[in-house]
Antibody
Framework: QVQLQESGPGLVKPSGTLSLTCAVSGGSISSSNWWTWIRQPPGKGLEWIGE???????KYNPSLKSRVTISVDKSKNQFSLNLTSVTAADTAAYYC????????????????WGQGTMVTVSS | EIVLTQSPATLSLSPGERATLSCRTSQSVSTYLAWYQQKPGQAPRLLIYDASNRASGIPARFSGSGSGTDFTLTISSLEPEDFAVYYC??????????FGQGTKLEIK
């Protein structure tokens, strides 16, 4: 059974870079699925940040595109998020999730989620 | 970007009652809509995909319907563990995938 686990600093200074990693266990990151980052400010809703395929192809939320980079490390079976020039508005729980594709080409939904990691932007 | 509007914001019901949650999209998403449940301190859990298909392990009391711009999540008889926040999400037009603002289902 595939499981996801986020890791990274819980506190980032304003104007700094937020860096998180999601470790994939119980399955290969080189499957036909896309791997995603989603965030949730305290008491608010969910915001999709972006996704990556094992080939390195990426798609980003236009609202964050200028500050976001998602990368994959197949040798470690993990993917990562970098968000630059952070402000207090980037304070949120950050989740990694799998976007499931059936039969390689049929998209489904975000079926597996990590437990989430809280990141606070503060000096 | 497709905007999803959920109603009501809060729904107060008792165990055993029927819950009906609504999600409206700003443009047609066909049936490319999913529903998630989130409990405090936990990650969201996939309930329904493609408007009406239950995800693996989801009890039959959860059902989804709709197409185009209007969707409904129904919980036929509420169990104590069903009180949570529910989100809808579209995959019709991306990036970005977008979510509704959530409906909080609370115990009356």
């Amino acid at each position: 059974q595939v499981q996801l686990q986020e890791s990274g600093p819980g506190l980032v200074k304003p104007s700094g870079t937020l860096s998180l990693t999601c470790a994939v266990s119980g399955g290969s990151i080189s499957s036909s699925n896309w791997w995603t980052w989603i965030r949730q400010p305290p008491g608010k809703g969910l915001e999709w940040i972006g996704e990556i395929f094992h080939s390195g192809s990426t798609k980003y939320n236009p609202s964050l595109k200028s500050r976001v980079t998602i990368s994959v490390d197949k040798s470690k079976n993990q993917f990562s998020l970098n968000l630059t020039s952070v402000t207090a508005a980037d304070t949120a729980a950050y989740y990694c999730a799998r976007f499931l594709y059936r039969l390689t080409t049929t998209p489904v939904a975000f079926d597996i989620w990590g437990q989430g990691t809280m990141v606070t932007v503060s000096s | 970007e497709i905007v999803l509007t959920q109603s009501p914001a809060t729904l107060s019901l008792s165990p055993g009652e029927r819950a009906t949650l609504s999600c409206r999209t700003s443009q047609s998403v066909s049936t490319y809509l999913a529903w998630y449940q989130q409990k405090p301190g936990q990650a969201p859990r996939l309930l329904i995909y493609d408007a009406s298909n239950r995800a693996s392990g989801i009890p039959a009391r959860f059902s989804g319907s709709g197409s185009g711009t209007d969707f409904t999540l129904t919980i036929s008889s509420l169990e104590p563990e069903d009180f949570a926040v529910y989100y809808c999400q579209q995959r019709s037009n991306w990036p970005p995938y977008t979510f509704g603002q959530g409906t909080k289902l609370e115990i009356k």
